[in-house]
């Protein structure tokens, strides 16, 4: 897919359907309890609609794409883990061992492992959609080609037509790669045109010398790389992971297919992010589900708009926060549909008094 292609797609991406987010709204408003009782919750449901066009829902089948990749900027000491965690993961998630697996299962959701460039050779059991094997070190020139960028986007798009074809109806985020924490920085960071020492955490537990090596290793990056915060393809390539590319093209796919996809942590939050200036109207899409305890979470998260459903300072990754806010989706659901009414119960509805 060319530039000009995917910029061409994404004008087919429509703007939601307010009918249908009134009609949920006045549904909700029907219910026997006072009027935005369950608060978020309730526009939740009012903005699936107004991406799937119907005020009716069904999140039954539902999966979690987990995208894997590894990141050459990890040889300048920014993490304590070094590629053969990432195999390892991506090797236990392929056998539903870890913890996104395992809360996966609570709330009957599919995990689906995907390989998008991770090193060495490619793990049995996982979906294997690698543009390459991993990323340059960006401190010594660009992460990734643009033309490998643009084929992890357009894989994530992929990724979403396939599991709509299979009938899921929602969509969680995930990713696994050492060092993905350094390469959000770095994009986030010149997206929003902050400096690095805003958007860099110590990830995975870094110490202080390690967080101090993070923050020399984004400055170098932008330094030599010169990307244009305009130019979102052009950042990813210089600075991102594979993992944020295509996770990009998920909530670009989801845009596409009307389906609501759920943010993750910082890394999915900076995909989306991307996703959202690639085109605004994507947004439609994205559902946040909570704050990690990453001190951009909460910027990044704001930059788009989206409010998290749950503050629990998770920073684990693979998915974990997205799939910890399923329960809180089905709860509201059974309010939705089952709930009694004012006139089901004999009572006068609630009014709106300011």
Request: charged share 20%.
């Amino acid at each position: 897919m060319t530039e000009t292609e995917l910029k061409n797609r994404l004008k087919t991406i429509t703007q939601p359907d307010e009918a249908a987010r009134k009609a949920a709204h006045a549904h909700w408003a029907s219910l026997a309890k006072p009027l935005g009782g369950l608060g978020d919750l309730e526009p939740l449901l009012e903005d699936v609609a107004a991406l799937t066009g119907v005020p009716q829902f069904d999140f039954s089948k539902r999966a979690v794409l987990v995208l894997c990749a590894d990141n050459g900027v990890i040889a300048q000491g920014i993490s304590q883990s070094g590629s053969d965690v990432t195999r390892a993961v991506l090797q236990n998630l392929a056998q539903r061992k870890t913890s996104v697996c395992k809360m996966a299962e609570t709330v009957h959701c599919g995990v689906i492992p995907v390989d998008m460039g991770i090193a060495g050779a490619p793990v049995d059991g996982v979906k294997n959609c690698r543009v390459r094997a991993g990323t340059n070190d960006f401190t010594g020139g660009p992460a990734m080609t643009r033309e490998d960028a643009l084929q992890a986007i357009e894989t994530g798009i992929e990724l979403v037509r396939e599991q709509k074809a299979q009938g899921i109806k929602l969509l969680a985020t995930g990713e696994m790669g050492i060092g993905n924490t350094t390469t959000s920085a770095a994009v986030s960071s010149v997206l929003l045109g902050r400096a690095p020492e805003e958007m860099t955490g110590r990830g995975a537990g870094l110490s202080n010398d390690g967080l101090r090596r993070k923050i020399e290793a984004i400055y170098k990056g932008i330094a030599i790389n010169h990307p244009e915060k305009a130019d979102v393809i052009g950042v990813l390539s210089a600075l991102g992971g594979l993992d944020i590319a295509g996770l990009c093209g998920v909530f670009l796919g989801g845009a596409l297919e009307n389906i609501p996809v759920i943010i993750d942590g910082f890394i999915s939050s900076v995909a989306a992010l991307c996703a959202a200036r690639l085109c605004p109207t994507a947004t439609k899409a994205m559902f946040a589900s909570h704050v990690s305890a990453e001190p951009a979470a909460r910027i990044v998260l704001e930059a788009l708009g989206k409010k998290p459903l749950i503050t629990a300072n998770m920073h684990l990754g693979e998915g974990t926060g997205a799939v910890a806010s399923l329960p809180l989706w089905d709860m509201a659901l059974a309010v939705y549909d089952n709930c009694y009414s004012f006139t089901e119960g004999g009572i006068a509805p609630y009014t709106p008094q300011c």
